[in-house]
């Protein structure tokens, strides 16, 4: 049974095994999802804030219809969550070098001016 047949049980079997029917039985599905607004037809995929049974449905069109394979192409706001997928990866990574920069380099070579020798800038010098 193809998951197309499941997403739409009013379509029979034989007819939805013609690939006329299949073709014309996505974009049927996708008007009906339209007309209960929960397609977005400016940019063609499942509106952003779907759950439950109205969410599997809308995504399972959505599988149907995409034939890209890498992740970030196959799911619908797939290009919007590599963007803040690539800033947590940045800001990890530069986490992560300032730790091991930290743990590596000793105190005394990060902080210099810290540890500097005083030069005769005591207290007791006399300046007010």
């Known amino acids: 049974m193809s998951g197309l047949s499941r997403i739409v049980p009013r379509i029979p079997i034989r007819q939805a095994s013609t690939k006329a029917h299949d073709a014309h039985a996505i974009w049927k599905e996708v008007n009906r999802l339209a007309s209960e607004g929960k397609w977005d037809n400016l940019n063609n995929q499942p509106k952003l804030f779907l759950f439950g049974k ?4 809308t995504y399972a069109v959505y599988r149907a219809m995409n034939t890209k394979t890498d992740y970030w192409s196959t799911t619908p706001y797939g ?3 590599k963007g803040i997928f690539r800033l947590v990866l940045a800001f990890a990574i530069i986490q992560g070098a300032v730790s091991l920069y930290e743990f590596v380099v000793p105190e005394e070579k990060r902080l210099h ?3 500097r020798e005083k030069h005769g800038h005591d207290e007791g010098h006399g300046h007010h």
């Open 113 to 115: 001016y810290k540890y």
């Open 79 to 81: 290009q919007f969550l």
């Open 54 to 57: 109205a969410k599997r449905e």
